[in-house]
T-cell receptor, first 120, second 118 residues
């Protein structure tokens, strides 16, 4: 079953408004979550690493004031696209890594189902 | 520099046949992990298989196997007995050792679109 829940799956908003996307880890605590953006027929680009209780770490070229990330609890991270514009239309997908047992380093990223944002 | 390279933008395979999806990577870290994910048209990312840089044997998960050639820095995915439901985008990804900030980034390739023909 799904271990990461993302909501909403699809949102249409008007230019200039803000949109909040939620990412929840189910049945495990995620001190770190990752937000990716995917353009049509393109790969996933890491936008930022969300850290519980501290500031997010943004990748180069990602505007932190535009893409606000809040990791308020061990099971919830939110991405808010502020003052959205049509160029922000994209597929946003979050992920978390289920804590590995022992020293195992093979735990994969588990992804939410993504949010398709359309800004009109 | 591109860290994960998938040179096949699209592939076709006959149902019940095997298919190999190519992936090469670039890293100077001795410790890293390689993953393959499947993304159907619905958008979700489904984890398929993992290979660690120190693993001696090639990883296998059901119909999926990873042809790991460390010296060549390649980690090709082999899907045996293809099914119509295997039609999807397939992404190769690499996790490197933690950086100075303690984060282990996962970098994705550009993907290969696989279409299974009945």
């Amino acid at each position: 079953g799904a271990v990461v829940s993302q909501h909403p799956s699809r949102v249409i908003c008007k230019s200039g408004t803000s949109v909040k996307i939620e990412c929840r880890s189910l049945d495990f605590q995620a001190t770190t979550m990752f937000w990716y953006r995917q353009f049509p027929k393109k790969s996933l680009m890491l936008m930022a690493t969300s850290n519980e209780g501290s500031k997010a770490t943004y990748e180069q070229g990602v505007e932190k004031d535009k893409f606000l990330i809040n990791h308020a609890s061990l099971t919830l991270s939110t991405l808010t696209v502020t003052s959205a514009h049509p160029e922000d239309s994209s597929f946003y997908i979050c992920s978390a890594r289920v804590p590995p047992a022992g020293t195992a380093n093979n735990s994969p990223l588990h992804f939410g189902n993504g949010t398709r944002l359309t800004v009109t | 520099a591109q860290k994960i390279t998938q040179t096949q933008p699209g592939m076709f395979v006959q149902e019940k046949e095997a298919v190999t999806l190519d992936c090469t990577y670039d890293t100077s870290d001795p410790s890293y992990g390689l993953f393959w994910y499947k993304q159907p048209s619905s958008g979700e990312m489904i984890f398929l298989i993992y290979q660690g840089s120190y693993d001696q044997q090639n990883a296998t998960e059901g119909r999926y196997s990873l042809n790991f050639q460390k010296a060549r820095k390649s980690a090709n995915l082999v899907i045996s007995a293809s099914q119509l439901g295997d039609s999807a985008m397939y992404f190769c990804a690499m996790r490197e050792a933690p950086n100075s900030g303690g984060y282990q980034k996962v970098t994705f390739g550009t993907g290969t679109k696989l279409q299974v023909i009945p």
